[in-house]
Nanobody, 117 residues
Framework: QVQLVEAGGGYVQPGGSLRLSCAASGSNFRFGAMGWDRQAPGKQRELVAAVTIGGITNYADSVKGRFTMSRDNAKNTVYLQMNSLKPEDTAVYYC???????????WGQGTQVTVSS
């Protein structure tokens, strides 16, 4: 069984930074594309960033230039560096990934990010 465990969420003032991590545990797996989604209260879940197995990244327009996603395949871990945070970035952030050879996505439990003065 594979689990994705997020960490690094918290409370930060506008303009601050946070770094989220998502570690995959288990055995005999390899992730292809992985991503970070977020869901704010009363809003639909939205894609924030994604990265291919080769490291090519894609970002939502709302976070381009502020967020950077990266992955360490040896550690089965992805990261989301979030800079210049805004109150509208407040949401629960979820890590997700598609294992090679598996037809569905795995999801983490989510980590809360709150941006407020």
């Amino acid at each position: 069984q594979v689990q994705l465990v997020e960490a690094g969420g918290g409370y930060v003032q506008p303009g601050g930074s946070l770094r989220l991590s998502c570690a995959a545990s288990g055995s005999n797996f390899r992730f292809g594309a992985m991503g970070w989604d977020r869901q704010a209260p009363g809003k639909q879940r939205e894609l924030v960033a994604a990265v291919t197995i080769g490291g090519i990244t894609n970002y939502a327009d709302s976070v381009k230039g502020r967020f950077t996603m990266s992955r360490d395949n040896a550690k089965n871990t992805v990261y989301l560096q979030m800079n210049s945070l805004k109150p509208e970035d407040t949401a629960v952030y979820y890590c997700n990934g598609r294992r090679v050879g598996v037809g569905y996505d795995d999801w983490g439990q989510g980590t809360q990010v709150t941006v407020s003065s």
